[in-house]
């Protein structure tokens, strides 16, 4: 009997000549098991045998750490940021001087690093993100001129080209922190200068990685760390030393701007929080009193944002200087240390979502002279046919798994992800489900969801979301779009004024009109200076609208009043009204 012999889709013999590139196309790593890189923020003095390192720490199934490797890396390491893939960690560096380093590097399967591409950035590079697997998002500080540049990231390139500038943007006078929202598009930056106006800008990150600015909003000092929940739905700031609160902001889901909270600031009694993260689940914001070494846990509403202090706290003990905080899941990292350098450590506690109460998990784990920033990296679930762990399968996958099937994997997982019919095997049965999975693009059409708000998803997805789905192939423009806001009267009310003066009390006002929204958003505009975003808020749809706001901290101007609804539809007033300085 001879043995049985299989066909070849006539797609992959096209894919054939492939397998040459197979066996010399670049390979990458990532972490094969859940782990925590944290950088060891003390400058290098090779002489006295100190160097700055980024060290990787095992994540147990219990959550506790266990130290696995270490690489040096230049002076006074930073932050870092991992890339979707999980394959590449940046490293920025802050020592005060003009030109830093920026350092990519390659992560291996046992989470051990090879330095991969050295950039010169300006100084200081405080925050850095992964827009996608090729773009990296850079915060240039610098005291008086910060900015956000971006990056495109060639891993195959010549040593000396796997790093090039795409935009830049000023963010402000000093930007120390920056927030990606969720769907990688929308980015937040705060200017906290000691003296003057802090705000938050709001870029628009093409998928190209150009910049483009599309909100300036006032708030309050000072500015520093932020965070967005999962659901991309609220944005939470600490404010630092300016101030002993959390600054809680609702995201229009159409544009991205921001608009404070009805409620907002929330206060904090802990003392001026410096740090700032958000469960996975989305239910519990932890904010981190540097100053008082004190961890606070609050609810966060999934209505409408509003913060609950649930007065569970943890101090942490001893005097630090330099700390971070970092969840995955349910499970809280922190790095302490001290002025006099002992004691080192990251600490661990299990979060309970549902009260927001903190359970140490271990002991602390002893870690260099001064831990400070971290980023988790937990391996994402294995898609078959996707050999470079992007979670697609298309073309970049054929070199990979033509490779496989000829015995010689790049990857040790690569045969699990090339047996497509899942029989323990990877052959040539696997190679016409491989194909069609290749050629096969989802269909996408406009699904209207409640509110006359809308996303482009499967029609599967649609009917998950309990949403209208328009038709294969249609877009949100399809779904139906409410109508403008329309506005009849607009009245400002102060003592002095109107006009108004810039150091004098707050002013309230009315808006009578037609089609408002209970997320409605109303602003004072003016020609040249920020937006002022207005507080106690009171809706009552579709007619009325009333709020306050405070003027301090403005410009002598004009300004007119600008009602805006989720979909980006706005109107502004025909009338205007003048802010003077008064004696």
Same mark, same amino acid.
């Given at each position: ?19 040459? =590139? ?44 266990? %130290? ?65 697997? @090729? ?217 309970? !979502? ?49 490779? !496989? ?51 482009? %998803? ?34 400002? =009310? ?45 809706? =009552?749809?579709?007619?009325?609208? !009333? ?27 025909? @009338? ?8």
């Amino acid at each position: 009997m001879n043995p049985p012999t299989h066909r070849f889709s006539p797609n992959l013999l096209a894919f054939a000549f492939l397998a040459t =590139f197979a066996m010399t196309a670049q390979t990458f790593g990532q972490a094969a098991n859940p782990t925590l890189f944290a950088t060891d923020h003390i400058p290098s003095n090779p002489q006295f045998g100190n160097f700055g390192t980024v060290t990787a720490l095992g994540i147990n199934p219990d959550g506790t750490l266990s %130290v696995q490797s270490s690489a040096f890396t230049n002076d006074l390491p930073y932050e870092l940021a991992l890339s979707p893939n999980g394959r590449w960690l940046a490293v920025g560096h802050a020592s005060a001087l003009i030109d830093e380093d920026l350092i990519i590097y390659r992560v291996n399967a046992d989470a051990t690093l090879e330095m991969w591409a050295v950039e010169t950035v300006r100084s200081s590079p405080f925050e850095i993100l992964w827009r996608d697997n @090729e773009t990296l998002i850079v915060l240039e500080t610098q005291d008086g001129s910060s900015g956000v540049a971006t990056y495109r990231f060639f891993p195959d390139a010549p040593i000396i080209e796997r790093l090039e500038q795409i935009d830049a943007r000023g963010s402000g006078f000093f930007s120390a922190h920056m927030e990606l929202h969720p769907n990688r598009r929308w980015l937040y930056v705060p200017d906290s200068p000691l003296f003057g106006t802090s705000s938050i800008r709001l870029f628009e990150v093409a998928t190209d990685g150009t910049l483009s600015l599309v909100q300036t909003l006032v708030t309050v000092p000072y500015a520093l760390d932020l965070k967005v929940t999962p659901n991309g739905r609220f944005l939470y700031m600490v404010t630092g030393a300016g101030d002993t609160s959390i600054v809680g902001f609702s995201i229009n889901q159409f544009n991205g701007m921001i608009t404070q909270q009805p409620f907002s600031p929330y206060p904090v009694t802990a003392g001026a929080p410096s740090a700032v993260d958000i469960t996975d689940d989305g239910k519990v914001l932890i904010a981190f009193s540097g100053a008082t070494e004190t961890l606070t846990a609050y609810q966060v509403s999934n209505d409408d944002g509003f913060l609950q202090d649930t007065f569970n706290t943890v101090n942490i003990g001893g005097n630090g200087i330099f700390e971070a905080i970092e969840i995955v899941g349910k499970t809280l990292y922190v790095t302490k240390n001290n002025s006099t350098n002992f004691d080192a450590a990251i600490l661990t506690y299990d979060l309970d !979502t549902d009260f927001g109460t903190f359970t140490p998990l271990g002991g602390p784990v002893a870690f260099g002279t001064r831990p400070y920033f971290m980023d988790a990296w937990i391996p994402l679930p294995i898609v078959l046919g996707d050999f470079n762990s992007d979670q697609l399968v298309n073309l970049l996958d054929i070199p990979f798994f033509v490779a !496989t099937l000829l015995g010689q994997p790049a990857e040790l997982d690569h045969p699990q992800r090339a047996d497509m019919n899942m029989d323990g095997n990877a052959n040539g049965l696997d190679i016409d489900l491989f194909t069609q999975a290749v050629l096969f693009v989802p269909t996408l059409g406009g699904c209207c969801l409640d509110n006359f708000q809308c996303v482009e %998803v499967t029609a599967a997805d649609c009917t998950d979301f309990n949403g209208q789905y328009q038709g294969d192939n249609t877009t949100c423009a399809d779904c139906p779009m409410p109508p403008p806001p329309e506005l009849i009267n607009v009245s400002a =009310f102060g003592l002095p004024g109107p006009p108004f003066c810039i150091n004098g009390p707050f002013i309230d006002v009315f808006i009578d009109g037609n089609n408002f929204l209970e997320s409605t958003v109303v602003t004072l505009e003016f020609d040249d200076q920020p937006s002022v975003s207005g507080f106690n808020e009171v809706i =009552f749809p579709p007619n009325f609208i !009333t709020l306050s706001f405070d003027l301090s901290g403005v410009q002598p101007g004009t300004f007119r009043v600008r009602v805006t609804n989720p979909d980006g539809q706005f109107v502004e007033s025909t @009338e205007t009204w003048d802010v003077i300085d008064c004696p």
